[in-house]
Nanobody, 120 residues
Framework: QVQLVESGGGSVQAGGSLRLPCAAS????????MGWYRQAPGKQRELVAT??????NYADSVKGRFTISRDYAKNTVYLQMNSLKPEDTAVYYC???????????????WGQGTLVTVSS
């Protein structure tokens, strides 16, 4: 069985920084892409950043402030968040896919979510 475990959430003042790690565990053959999504109360889940196939994408709202990176050997993705704003407040979810395992060739994984609260 494979899963994503994310952490690093918490409360921070506007202008501060947080770093969110997310690690995939279990028997994994390969992971194409990993990324981060977020969902604020009353809003739809939105893409924050993805990394895979040598390509990195960011949402316009976080470009220049957030940095996504990946440790392929550890099956871990990181989201470095700088210059945080109150509008960044949301539950952040780690995502990986397609993930290849001994029992599934095209598996999509989601983390449990970690809450980030940015106060003004």
């Amino acid at each position: 069985q494979v899963q994503l475990v994310e952490s690093g959430g918490g409360s921070v003042q506007a202008g501060g920084s947080l770093r969110l790690p997310c690690a995939a565990s279990g028997t994994i053959i390969s992971i194409n892409a990993m990324g981060w999504y977020r969902q604020a109360p009353g809003k739809q889940r939105e893409l924050v950043a993805t990394i895979g196939g040598g390509i990195i994408n960011y949402a316009d709202s976080v470009k220049g402030r957030f940095t996504i990176s990946r440790d392929y050997a550890k099956n871990t993705v990181y989201l470095q968040m700088n210059s945080l704003k109150p509008e960044d407040t949301a539950v952040y979810y780690c995502n990986a896919g397609p993930v290849r395992t001994p029992t599934s060739r095209y598996l999509e994984l989601w983390g449990q979510g970690t809450l980030v609260t940015v106060s003004s």
